[in-house]
């Protein structure tokens, strides 16, 4: 019950963030556990994951919940997701709404140039993707705010060290400090000597 009851005080907490003018992106979405609350609430939703049961399941999910209008699914690597979801499109004719602007800033705009959150809630191996965002929202391919991103990773710190260790190693695969432009906080205890973390930037 402790285990369960804190992992969906989480999937609160980063629901009740969002407003119906933002949009979330969640690369790996599991079977839904943001993607569908936060579809519930009005916001606009891309969510992706990569193994073909939890997609199966996330589209049902979203299904049952009558959410399709606003949750849109599909089951691809993490990167190429965010990728594709970050590339200029090309119209005919370069007359259709958005031409050349990407489909999450074209989505942004729709849904009335809210805040970007995207979520990483695969804690044994997101802080590997991070990498993605490496030159992802350059200036010219993206206006106005850069996204919040919410990455989950496992820490096994010692004396306290852990929220320095998860912002630490975020960092290094970002390649830029994290100190002063991130928060991190504990999730759970997963086992003695393991944490669950979200770092936040």
Known sequence: MYWNSRLEAEH???????????????????IGPFAVPAAKRGVRVFANDLNPAS???????????RVE???????????????????????????????????LLVARRKAGDGRVHVAMNLPASALEFLD??????????????????????????KDGAAIDDARARAAAVLGVSLDGRSEV????????????????F
Do not use: Q
């Not at 993605?132 to 096994?156: D, I, M, N, Q």
């Not at 906080?185 to 936040?200: F, G, I, N, Q, Y």
């Open 69 to 103: 209008r606003l949750a849109t699914s599909s089951c691809e690597d993490a990167r190429v997701f965010l990728r594709r979801l970050c590339a200029p499109r090309t119209m005919d004719g370069g007359a259709a709404e958005g031409a050349g602007a990407s489909e």
């Open 132 to 157: 993605v965002f490496s030159g992802l929202f350059r200036e010219g391919a993206w206006h106005g705010e850069l996204p919040t991103v919410h990455c989950y990773c496992f820490s096994k710190a």
């Open 185 to 200: 906080h504990v999730v759970r205890d997963v086992a003695p000597s393991k944490l669950m973390l979200c770092v936040t």
């Open 55 to 65: 997609f199966e399941w996330l589209e049902h999910n979203v299904r049952l919940n």
């Open 12 to 30: 609160a907490r980063i629901v009740a963030l969002l407003r119906p003018v933002d949009i979330l992106v969640d690369m790996m979405a599991g």
